[in-house]
């Protein structure tokens, strides 16, 4: 089981328990940009939304960072209230 499943069945797992948003954004705050990617490119921009909104303000440009140029875009349009 390679680091980024191990990591997919933690998620899972945390859903099922109803675990907050915000501990879910503290495991991500603690995980670095290149362990962030592989799950981001997997979960829908809500998801991404609602993680980024739960970080601290430090650790939220390497949530961006693991995302590909379009799609931080995108999230960021969608965080300014923009159209899509």
């Known amino acids: 089981v390679t680091q980024v499943e191990s990591l997919e069945e933690n998620i899972q797992t945390l859903k099922v328990k109803a675990i907050s948003i915000k ?3 503290k495991t ?6 290149n362990e962030i990617r ?10 991404v939304i609602a993680i980024y909104k739960n970080m601290g303000g ?7 960072q693991a995302l590909s140029s379009t ?3 995108k999230i960021t349009t969608k ?5 899509p």
Do not use: W
């Open 71 to 73: 799609r931080a875009a």
């Open 58 to 64: 430090r650790t939220r440009k390497n949530l961006m």
């Open 23 to 25: 501990e879910l954004a």
């Open 38 to 47: 592989p799950i981001l490119e997997k979960v829908n921009d809500a998801t």
């Open 28 to 33: 991500y705050e603690s995980m670095k940009v």
């Open 79 to 83: 965080l300014a209230g923009s159209s």
